[in-house]
C-alpha cells in the first residue's frame, strides 16, 4: 500500500496551491488502489513551539549528551511528529509563497521533523546526507507578484522552491515533481493559468 502525505501550507479555504495539490490526489486516487492518505492541515494541528528545552535536546542528540528530563519528555513529542512524516512514502505539498518564502507554519514543521538520527545525519568530512529512502514528492506553489519568468528581484526572489528543494533533497528526497501556479494575481489571464495548473497536476499523477 502506497502511503501519502498531504501537507497543506495554506490556511485559507479558498487555496489555491491546495486546489493544484487536490487536482493531483484526485487523479492519483483514480489511478492508485489501496492509497492511503494522512492529511496534514498545519493551521489546524496543534504544533508544539521549537522552544529552549527542545533546540536543547536537538544539540544533546547532534553532540552525543545525555538530555534532561524535561528535555526528553519534549523530544519524544518531537519525535512522534517526525515518525508520523517519514511514515509516507509520497510526500504532496501545497504551499503558497509568503514574503519571499514558505509560510512560517510550514517552516515551523520543518524544523519539528528535520532531526538528525531521523532524516539526516552529518559527516565531519562530507557534510550532510539524507536519511530518507525511496520517497517521492510533489510541490504545488503559488505566489502572487512572483513568477519564474518575472524579472527578480523586482518582483520578488524565490527563496520558496529553492529552500523546499534543497531541504528535501538535505532529507534525501531527490525525486521532486514541481507544479507552479505563479504568478497568481497579476497574471490578466489567471483563470486560464489556474485551470492549466490543475490539468497539469492531474496529468502528472495520470
Ligand atoms: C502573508 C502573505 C504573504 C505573501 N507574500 C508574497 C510574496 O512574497 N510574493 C508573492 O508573489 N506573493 C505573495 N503573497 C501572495 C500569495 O502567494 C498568493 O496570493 C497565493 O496565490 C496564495 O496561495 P493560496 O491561494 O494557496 O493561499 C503573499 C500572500 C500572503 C497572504
Redesign the pocket.
Known amino acids: 500500500m502506497t502511503k501519502l502525505l498531504y501537507v497543506k501550507a ?1 490556511p ?1 479555504p479558498e ?4 486546489a493544484v495539490a487536490d487536482a493531483y490526489l484526485a487523479a492519483l486516487k483514480a489511478r492508485v488502489s489501496g492509497l492511503s492518505i494522512d492529511v496534514l492541515a498545519l493551521w489546524d494541528e496543534d504544533l508544539p513551539d521549537f522552544d529552549g528545552d527542545r533546540a536543547n535536546a536537538k544539540l544533546a542528540v547532534i553532540t552525543g549528551q545525555e538530555q534532561s528530563a524535561i528535555q526528553k519528555t519534549k523530544w519524544d513529542g518531537i519525535i512522534a511528529i517526525v515518525e508520523r512524516f517519514k511514515a509516507a512514502d509520497v510526500y504532496l505539498f ?1 504551499v ?5 518564502g514558505v509560510p512560517y507554519r510550514l517552516k515551523q514543521y520543518i524544523d519539528i521533523i528535520h532531526q538528525p538520527g531521523h532524516l539526516w545525519g552529518l559527516d565531519p568530512a562530507t557534510g550532510y546526507f539524507g536519511l530518507l529512502k525511496n520517497k517521492k514528492a510533489v510541490l504545488a506553489y ?5 513568477g519564474p519568468d518575472a524579472p527578480s528581484p523586482a518582483f ?1 526572489t524565490d527563496h520558496h522552491s529553492t529552500y523546499l528543494r534543497s531541504w528535501l533533497n538535505e532529507a534525501g528526497v531527490t525525486d521532486v515533481t514541481e507544479i507552479r501556479y505563479q ?3 497579476l497574471d490578466p489571464d489567471s483563470e486560464a493559468a489556474f485551470a492549466r495548473a490543475k490539468t497539469q497536476a492531474a496529468a502528472l499523477a495520470a
Open positions: 495554506s485559507r487555496s489555491r496551491s491546495v501545497a503558497p509563497m509568503w514574503n519571499g503559488t505566489s502572487g507578484a512572483f520578488g504568478p497568481t494575481l
